[in-house]
Antibody
Framework: QVQLQESGPGLVKPSETLSLTCTVS??????????WSWIRQPPGKGLEWIGY???????NYNPSLKSRVTISVDTSKNQFSLKLSSVTAADTAVYYC???????????????WGKGTTVTVSS | DIQLTQSPSFLSASVGDRVTITCRAS??????LAWYQQKPGKAPKLLIY???TLQSGVPSRFSGSGSGTEFTLTISSLQPEDFATYYC?????????FGQGTKVEIK
């Protein structure tokens, strides 16, 4: 079955850019049935959707983060990536990649998640 | 953004209890609501989507209902492995938003 795995630095300095990659196994990012998303969870807090990318490269970002976020896809490596610029301590969180599926009736849901990776913003 | 408010935020229950969690949306979201279970240190797991459709492999003791602005997640007979935090999520409009979570603990 499809599995997702996040990777990237666990420590980022303030004002720098956070970069994470999600590797998809057991499936393809080029499938037209899915959107590939990033979600984060600050320590002890709830979940925040960051954005998604479609295999074609079209994106949709959370307006609260839009000015700092870039999500890209590399179909040759079966990966998609997140860049978050100008980070502060408030960006410290567990970052998850997830697959958003849409069924034939147009109902969507996030059915596959990576295990998550902890990113700490600190000097 | 659409706000989701879950109640209660914390729930203490015993094995075998029937448990109900409510999720209220700040505006109508039709049936575009999902429920997730999260255990400490783990990723969320999809339980229910489209308000009432049980995800494949999820035990039938979990059920969901509602439409518009009010939704419920019910666990018919709480099992030891069900002690976790539960989140609702709306996917009616972007950005998708989550409720603040309901932590279910052992009484």
């Amino acid at each position: 079955q499809v599995q997702l795995q996040e990777s990237g630095p666990g420590l980022v300095k303030p004002s720098e850019t956070l970069s994470l990659t999600c590797t998809v196994s057991g499936g393809s990012v080029s499938s037209g049935s899915y959107y590939w998303s990033w979600i984060r969870q600050p320590p002890g807090k709830g979940l925040e959707w960051i954005g998604y990318i479609y295999y074609s490269g079209s994106t949709n970002y959370n307006p609260s983060l839009k000015s700092r976020v870039t999500i890209s896809v590399d179909t040759s490596k079966n990966q998609f990536s997140l860049k978050l610029s100008s980070v502060t301590a408030a960006d410290t969180a567990v970052y998850y990649c997830a697959r958003e599926s849409v069924d034939i009736w147009g109902r969507d849901y996030m059915d596959v998640w990576g295990k998550g990776t902890t990113v700490t913003v600190s000097s | 953004d659409i706000q989701l408010t879950q109640s209660p935020s914390f729930l203490s229950a015993s094995v075998g209890d029937r448990v109900t969690i409510t999720c209220r949306a700040s505006q109508g979201i039709s049936s575009y609501l999902a429920w997730y279970q999260q255990k400490p240190g783990k990723a969320p797991k999809l339980l229910i989507y489209a308000a009432s459709t049980l995800q494949s492999g999820v035990p039938s003791r979990f059920s969901g209902s509602g439409s518009g602005t009010e939704f419920t997640l019910t666990i018919s007979s709480l099992q030891p492995e069900d002690f976790a935090t539960y989140y609702c999520q709306q996917l009616n409009s972007y950005p998708p938003t989550f409720g603040q979570g309901t932590k279910v603990e052992i009484k």
